[in-house]
Every structure is written in structure tokens, then in C-alpha cells.
Nanobody
Framework: VQLQASGGGLVQAGGSLRLSCAAS????????WGWFRQAPGKEREFVAA????????IYADSVKGRFAISRDNAKNTVYLQMNSLKPEDTAVYYC???????????????????WGQGTQVTVSS
């Protein structure tokens, strides 16, 4: 499966953005999906994930209540809705997919086989 992330940009603190991850080659419903981010000078970290079976979602504590991951099977796209953005949310955001993750592995980036190219999100104060 090929992943194409988009939707990043520059936004003021308190604003919103919606990131998209379009999949080609296979249906999004065949995979578990994750969003990760990497801020300048920092390691890439887990943001959110949605499980293939049942659609269970999990979030990093830092974004819980502000971000929402979702999946649109008809559009073959996974989204990350980001609200109440903060300057510390500034990072390159990556989508990732894998068909065989268990719930406890959804936060672990090394468990994902497929990655998008990243999209820059910049939040100004």
C-alpha cells in the first residue's frame, strides 16, 4: 500500500487543521493506522492510532481531547482532526499502516510496515 499524507500548514494557536492520509493499492479497512510526529531536534513520537478491527482509537496524553483519528472507507483515507492547536504541536506528521498489529503495539512506530512522506504542521503563538 502507498500512503500520501497532506493537509499540513501554518495555523495560529487555538486553530484547527485536518490531516489526510490517502491510501492506494489496498483498502484502508485492511490496516491498522497510526499518526506519528517529529518535532525539530526530537525523536518521532506516537500521536494517535485506529485499530483495523472494531475501530478502537487511542491517543497520546498530550493530544487527548484535542485530536481525533478517523477512517473513511469510501474515500480510502484516514484523517487526523487537530483542534485547539498549540505551538508544541509543531512537527512533521507522518501516517503509518500495518495489517497485523495488536492493541498494545499500536503506539510502537517500529511495528508499522508502511509510512507516508510526512506533512509539516506549524503552530504560531
Amino acid at each position: 500500500v502507498q500512503l500520501q499524507a497532506s493537509g499540513g500548514g501554518l495555523v495560529q494557536a487555538g486553530g484547527s487543521l485536518r490531516l489526510s492520509c490517502a491510501a492506494s493499492g489496498r483498502a484502508v479497512s485492511a490496516y491498522n493506522w497510526g499518526w506519528f510526529r517529529q518535532a525539530p531536534g526530537k525523536e518521532r513520537e506516537f500521536v494517535a492510532a485506529i485499530r483495523r478491527m472494531g475501530g478502537t482509537t487511542i491517543y497520546a496524553d498530550s493530544v487527548k481531547g484535542r485530536f481525533a483519528i478517523s477512517r473513511d472507507n469510501a474515500k480510502n483515507t484516514v484523517y487526523l482532526q487537530m483542534n485547539s492547536l498549540k505551538p508544541e504541536d509543531t512537527a512533521v506528521y507522518y501516517c503509518a499502516a500495518d495489517a497485523y498489529l495488536i492493541l498494545s503495539s499500536l503506539r510502537i512506530q517500529s511495528e508499522y510496515d508502511y509510512w507516508g512522506q510526512g506533512t509539516q504542521v506549524t503552530v504560531s503563538s
